[in-house]
């Protein structure tokens, strides 16, 4: 398996897609879009592929993405030598003014615990905690911090359809067509941050919660898509030997100080050729549905997770679901819509 | 409107670094607070000006009298 990291100004057109032309089969994977699949095959359909989202979905997704791109810039500050006090001050700075139209309302529950000042605070406190961190970003051979990277490699296997594709064009005797028939699949994601630890080399993600931070918040990674995923990147992507992930727990309070659980999580080779071949499987099954054109319910799965956000959307007959999604849920334009393609 | 309300409010480009450090100590001693148990989520309605548009309760024009 090749990879690469992508610089985040790095040439990816919002339009290239992550499904094959013409068809609903996906073959650019992340953790989010592999994880839905897993959970549910019609979940999956219904975020991935056709774009629905919950209207307060934007502020779960502002809130995470403006909290890592203020520690981003921590980290970045500190691996060039700029004090602790100084970075903080940048940070909130720039924070201040890329929130400046951030403003939810106080009124829905996402609004009154991610609301901007409460970002603010989370950040300042986070940064205050981890201040002396024994955890040290790793340097990369280009001199380069290891902080927020965006990976994608490709695997040793594309889709069946396209291995039928270039066997025809074979055939056909057709070398532009084989060409095109031989895409294989990609997995794409984001990593926080690589470091040093204990003499180890980790990679370090960051999750804000409303929980509370115990030892089953943690147990939850372990096993996890995610996880595994992301410490197979670090590994291929790197070329080193990835130990496993820290994962810093952030508690978002209103009435008590916010709360920082740091827990680890490890991945043997085993592990992760097992899930390799999970991912086969899985993969292949995409490709029914997609040929199917029809993703199966997983009506196992609907009281997961404090309950499917669709559930409600599911537990109407086929022929109305389309109205009720319509009023309780954003669908995204297509250039909009979940793209593993595009790096952060 | 407290302080960090006007600051908050203010283009964050007109903020001067003594304002950013003004902002950053806000946070730290708002989290001291929690730490102690203080409350420091602000209430949603302003109650002291609600009460204040109250009239004083006027006498009732018939006398109850009680059953028991």
């Given at each position: ?31 989010t ?14 975020t991935?592929?056709?774009g629905y989202t919950p209207r307060d979905e934007s502020v779960h997704l502002r809130f995470g993405g403006e909290f890592h791109t203020a ?24 924070l201040?003014?890329r929130t400046v139209d951030f403003d939810p309302s106080p009124d829905t529950k996402a609004g009154k615990y991610k609301s901007r000042e409460n970002l603010i605070q989370l950040v ?82 960051r999750k804000t919660t409303q929980t ?38 952030c508690q978002i309070l209103l009435?008590?100080?916010n ?47 404090g309950?499917?956000q ?18 309780d849920f954003e669908?995204l334009?297509?250039?909009k819509?979940w ?6 | ?7 908050m ?60």
């Open positions: 398996m090749d990879g690469e990291f992508l610089k985040p100004d790095h040439d990816v057109s919002a339009s290239l897609s992550h499904l094959l032309p013409g068809t609903k089969l996906q073959f650019a994977w992340d953790s879009s592999l994880g839905l699949l897993k959970t549910c095959p019609r979940l999956y359909e219904l991935i592929l056709e520690l981003e810039q921590y980290d970045h500050s500190r691996a060039n030598g700029v004090r602790h006090e100084d970075a903080i001050h940048d940070v909130v700075r720039e201040l003014i300042i406190d986070y940064l205050d905690h981890f201040g002396e961190d024994p955890a040290v970003t790793f340097i990369k051979e280009d001199g380069t911090p290891a902080v927020e990277l965006s990976f994608r490699f490709e695997l040793d296997w594309g889709p069946g359809i396209e291995v039928q594709g270039k066997q025809y064009m074979k055939e056909l005797d057709d070398p532009q067509g084989i060409r095109e028939f031989s895409q294989p699949y990609l997995l794409c994601g984001h990593l926080d941050r690589v470091v040093h630890f204990n003499d180890q080399l980790m990679v370090l993600d509370t931070l115990t030892e089953y918040f943690f147990r939850q990674f372990e096993p996890n898509n995610q996880m595994t995923l992301y410490i197979l990147a670090g590994r291929v992507v790197l070329g080193t030997m990835i130990k496993g992930i820290i994962i810093d727990g009435e008590s100080p709360r920082f659980v740091r827990g680890m999580t490890y991945r043997t080779e085993d592990q992760i050729e097992e899930w390799l071949g999970d991912l086969k499987v899985l993969l292949a099954q995409a490709e029914s549905y997609a040929q199917a054109n029809h993703w199966p319910m997983n009506d196992t799965a609907c009281d997961k997770f309950g499917c669709f559930r409600g959307i599911c537990s109407k007959s086929p022929q109305v679901r389309e109205r009720f999604l319509r009023a669908k334009e297509e250039g819509r793209n593993p393609l595009i790096p952060r | 409107m407290n302080d960090l309300d006007e600051l409010s203010r283009d964050p480009m007109d903020l001067s670094a003594q304002d950013i450090d003004s902002i950053v100590l806000y946070h730290r001693r708002q989290r001291a607070r929690r730490a102690a148990g203080e409350k420091t989520t602000k209430p949603k309605v302003d109650i002291s000006g609600i009460m204040g548009t109250l009239k004083s309760a006027v006498a009732p024009a018939v006398k109850i009298t009680r059953r028991i």
